[in-house]
């Protein structure tokens, strides 16, 4: 046991002063905060060019309210307010200085064509000249009832720019259900409170206590039903994919470089896959402490701690160390077979499926999270421990018998696994040339 | 009688359908300097495994420090393969603490060992240097301490001069008569047959996997006799064709190893009609000479050692 943990001990201070460690460490919350940051330093720099678009409107009903709601929106719509003016500030000033521009400018002209010219060839050349961000065609057809391809076309060589197309959509249409109320001689105030939508809203279940008093619903948030169950399985995730594949480069490397013999001369293949198993599991267990510390201090500061409650810290841990070893004893004895990178690589494939099984199916477990696809896939040898996790945080958790069940299978898998790749690595670790076949490996593990 | 070190009794290895040892029986005393000599590929690493129990014999018993058939022994063995192995990234201080504590040693007591060792070999200021940092020949030092760094009390050095310059190989073949000379017993696999006829008492040569010489330097010298004659001429070894009695001649350059059937005054007159000669010396063979006369002339193209000559006349069979 005491080289176990020699080995053990090496490789995590190996790993933990090394520059990746505590680049990796760093790397996952200074993302996180550098991707925010990021977002409100481009949200502040967006593009203000006027953007400029002309309007063919041959039934001319169109163009005055559309070029009303382009000044309107450019006197108002388009500025955000920075701070209370002062007082003493006139209007004028007040205004200047209150408020920064946050969108562009809609610069509207009204197309008319001279002679016999095609509109949508002339300002086809103007928008490549770069003279306008679009044009827009208003078919007469939009006034009747009469059924037309294209009643309202926008026209542009950049189309990813939709903020235009959406307002004038809006305007138009607006202008349109106007006029087909006043038509049918219905006041439009009217119909739109009585068809006003009624907001449902997603609330737990009440429960009555033994004391016959009621315990309330809870409104579930987004945070509970889906941000809390995907970060933990990515952060399992993460923990794993920083050990895993890099305990199995290890083992290929001290293959590669002849130091398994000098190893395995002084401790069993056992020991030694052993002691380096228990050495990623403290590594990543080390990174955990840090994200999940992150986690109960941040939850607790924004008084969101109740979403994610202490046993779920408990069961996080459970689940990392079984996924750890799972995936620690397969990825050892895929690096212990192989005596090139190159082969390892090719092996290293389906191993990888098996973890981002989990992953692939986020959405489909978090939407039925009991379902039969869900509860199937959680008795999935390798995807237990990540699937049952996300199970078990997205509300409202699993069934009673599978909080046994599903640790259960973990510990098969995991006793399994370590079984199978500990007969790998005695026979791997030793050997050189090509890299075995599947059928050859499951001969190592049969061999006595 | 002192129990010996290693003890091997018909021993066989086979890797599915090549038998890379068999029937393999020898006795390594306790306190000697042994010899395992053979070309490459001859079965020596093999059994190096085999008495660390690396690999597990198909049959036959090995009893390695009393220890029958485990491992229970390798604690106190020091094993420096023939291909090295160091973590390039590790610094010295440390590896030679984790090697030491990967014999059961405490860390401290390592450490206190490797920083004797280093400074016996004259490197105590690449202590704290990353092995990467370090010099072919230093590297081949660390690791030679990371194998005597646990006080063994059997050491298997596999071709421990591989690739030394002549100044660091006398360091460490002073470091390992010190071992000898410390009641330590030390296991020497070499290809260099020239390196175990100057340091061993004792020797097994294998060839393809099996045993075909064991014995002391005295008993395999007594066997052999001094019927090697070693001449120097200006002409070389083209002096020697054609010259009746011959039977096999070793071109080592700048001198030939001859051994002749008859009187060697006849030799002698042979050739100073042919050229001038500038050494001519009875001596005992060598232990190349030694192998080729076992294992045939098939031994000495593995062995790249020295180079046999076939001649018009005389023959060269063994």
């Known amino acids: 046991m005491n080289k176990v943990l020699a080995i053990a001990r090496a490789e995590f201070v190996q790993a933990v002063m090394s520059k990746a460690f505590i680049i990796g460490l760093f790397v996952m919350p200074l993302l996180m905060g550098g991707s925010i940051l990021f977002q409100k330093f481009m949200g502040d720099r967006v593009d203000l060019t006027p953007r400029k678009l002309a309007v063919y409107d041959p039934t001319g009903e169109f163009w005055p309210t559309l070029k009303a709601a382009a000044e309107t929106r450019n006197e108002f719509g388009i500025w955000k307010q920075l701070e209370e003016a002062s007082p003493e500030a006139s209007a004028g ?16 002209e009204r197309y008319e064509p001279a002679g016999d010219e095609r509109p949508d060839v002339v300002l086809s050349e103007r928008v490549k000249s770069k003279d306008l961000q679009g044009f827009v065609l208003i078919d007469p057809s939009i006034l009747t009832d009469e059924p037309s391809e294209r009643p309202l076309a926008y026209h542009t060589n950049e189309p990813t720019f939709t903020e235009l197309p959406s307002w004038i959509e809006e305007v138009v249409n607006s202008d349109v259900r106007a006029r087909r109320f006043e038509e049918a001689d219905i006041d439009e105030a009217l119909a739109t409170r009585l068809s006003r939508r009624v907001p449902l809203s997603t609330w737990g279940l009440a429960k009555a206590e033994a004391d016959g008093s009621v315990k309330e619903a809870e409104k579930k948030s987004d945070l509970q039903t889906f941000a809390i169950p995907f970060a933990a399985l990515m952060l399992l995730f993460m923990l794993v994919m920083t050990t895993a594949p890099q305990l199995m480069n290890q083992v290929l490397e001290e293959k590669m470089q002849r130091i398994s013999e000098v190893l395995v001369s002084s401790v069993t293949p056992f020991q030694l896959m052993l002691g380096k198993l228990v050495g990623s599991v403290a590594i990543s267990s080390t990174l955990a402490l840090v994200y999940l510390g992150g986690v109960f201090w941040s939850t607790h500061h924004w008084g969101v701690s109740h979403f994610v409650p202490l046993q779920s810290y408990a069961w996080f841990v459970l689940m990392m160390l079984f996924a750890l070893l799972m995936y620690g004893s397969l990825f050892g004895a895929l690096g212990s077979a192989c005596s090139e990178l190159r082969d390892a690589q090719s092996l290293m494939a389906p191993a990888m499926i098996m973890i981002m099984i989990p992953i692939f199916s986020i959405s489909a477990i978090i939407e039925s999270p009991n379902g039969s696809v869900a509860t199937a896939m959680t008795y999935f040898p390798t995807a237990t421990p990540m699937i049952f996790l996300l199970r078990l945080l997205a509300p409202p958790g699993p069934p009673a018998w599978e909080y046994l069940a599903a640790p259960a299978m973990c510990l098969v898998t995991t006793v399994i696994l370590l079984w199978a790749s500990s007969k790998i690595f005695r026979v791997g670790v030793l050997s050189q040339g090509q890299a075995p076949t599947f059928r050859k490996l499951i001969g190592w593990v049969v061999s006595k | 009688m002192t129990r010996p070190a290693i003890q091997l009794t018909r021993v066989t290895k086979t890797f599915g359908s090549h038998t890379a040892v068999r029937d393999l029986s020898l006795e390594v005393p306790e306190g000697s300097l042994y010899g395992f000599i053979g070309p490459n590929g001859s079965g020596k690493t093999t059994t190096i495994r085999m008495i660390l129990h690396i690999l597990s014999p198909d049959s036959g018993e090995v009893s390695v420090l009393g220890e029958v058939g485990t491992r229970a022994s390798n604690d106190r063995i020091g094993y420096l393969p023939e291909e090295r192995g160091l973590y390039k990234k590790m610094k010295v201080g440390r590896l030679l603490g ?39 020949g230093m590297s081949q030092k660390i690791q030679f301490i990371s194998t005597v760094i646990s006080k063994p009390r059997l050491i298997i050095l596999d071709e421990p001069f591989s690739g030394l310059d002549p100044v660091n190989l006398e360091v460490l073949r002073s470091a390992i008569l010190e071992l000898v000379t410390d009641g330590t017993t030390v296991v020497l696999s070499t290809h260099d047959m020239a390196v175990a006829e100057q340091l061993c008492d004792h020797l097994i040569m294998i060839f393809k996997g099996d045993k075909v010489l064991d014995g002391t330097m005295n008993d395999i010298y007594g066997k052999y006799g001094q019927d090697t004659i070693r001449v120097r001429t200006e002409a070389g070894v083209r002096a020697l064709q054609g010259i009746a009695g011959i039977e096999h001649v070793a071109d080592m350059g700048t001198f030939q190893e001859v051994r002749f059937r008859g009187d060697s005054q006849d030799l002698l007159q042979a050739l100073a ?8 010396e009875e001596t005992r063979p060598t232990l190349h000479d030694i192998f080729i006369r076992i294992a045939g002339p098939e031994a000495a193209r593995s062995t790249g050692d020295g180079a046999e000559v076939a001649l018009a006349a005389g023959g060269m069979t063994s």
């Not at chain 2, 206190?112 to 990467?132: I, N, P, S």
């Open chain 1, 93 to 108: 000033e007040a205004s200047a200085a209150s408020r920064k521009q946050a969108r562009p400018e809609f610069l509207l």
């Open chain 2, 98 to 136: 984790y090697y030491g504590s990967l014999k059961g040693m405490p860390l401290r007591e390592a450490r206190k060992e490797a920083d004797r060792w280093l400074e016996r070999l004259g490197l105590t200021e690449w202590k704290d240097a990353r092995v990467e940092a370090l010099s072919k």
């Open chain 2, 273 to 280: 009609a042919r050229t001038r000669l500038t050494q001519f």
